[in-house]
Each structure stands twice: as C-alpha cells, then as structure tokens.
Nanobody, 124 residues
Framework: QVQLVESGGGLVQAGGSLRLSCAASGRTFSTYVMGWFRQAPGKEREFLAAINWSGIITGYGDSVKGRFTISRDNARNTMYLQMNNLKPEDTAVYSC?????????????????WGQGTQVTVSA
C-alpha cells in the first residue's frame, strides 16, 4: 500500500506557473505507475498526465499537452507536475494517484491509491 500527499497548489494569475509535488510513503513507489488528475466543481475527474515506473514513458491529456510536464524522482519517492501558461479553466482540485499496472494508465479506474488533493486557482 502507498499513501500519497500533494502539495504546491495555490493562487496564481493567468499565464503563470506552479509546480505540484506528490510525496509517497513506502518503499515500493518505484513500482507504481503514477498519474495526475483534476476535478473542477460540477465536472468529472479529468486525466492530466501519467508516467511509468522509470519515468521514460509519459502521456498527457489533450487539455494540458504542451503546457504541463510530469516527472518523478524515485530516490525521493516523489512525483511532480510542472504547470506553465496556466489558464482560468485550469482551476480545480489536483490529485495524484498510483496504479499497480504496467506502461501508463489513462483510465482513472485503473488507479488503486489516491491523495487528498490540492487546490489550484488561476485568476484572470
């Protein structure tokens, strides 16, 4: 089992940047596929990005491709989401998740563990 804690959210102006972190407990972090999702009020949880165990394979949702970058540091049991050129429509609660699978995972139902989330608010 792994416990996940997100940090780095906050208030930023449109066009600005934030870097989210997802700290994982346990010694098996490097075996999990990791992903970032977000949920805005009244909307479905949206896939943003995923990364395989080694960090070599990544995938992105269409709404963030070219603006967000996912990465991980297995030595620190931490995953990151660098978010650039933020827009008001990026406002949401951002959550990280871990999946016991191979490759990368887009479908949220494949993820086994979730963090509590961190709020990101982008002002116009």
């Amino acid at each position: 089992q792994v416990q996940l804690v997100e940090s780095g959210g906050g208030l930023v102006q449109a066009g600005g940047s934030l870097r989210l972190s997802c700290a994982a407990s346990g010694r098996t972090f490097s075996t999990y596929v990791m992903g970032w999702f977000r949920q805005a009020p009244g909307k479905e949880r949206e896939f943003l990005a995923a990364i395989n165990w080694s960090g070599i394979i990544t995938g992105y949702g269409d709404s963030v491709k070219g603006r967000f970058t996912i990465s991980r540091d297995n030595a620190r049991n931490t995953m990151y989401l660098q978010m650039n050129n933020l827009k008001p429509e990026d406002t949401a609660v951002y959550s990280c998740a871990a999946a016991r699978t191979t490759g990368i995972a887009v479908d949220r139902s494949l993820y086994d563990f979730w963090g509590q989330g961190t709020q990101v608010t982008v002002s116009a």
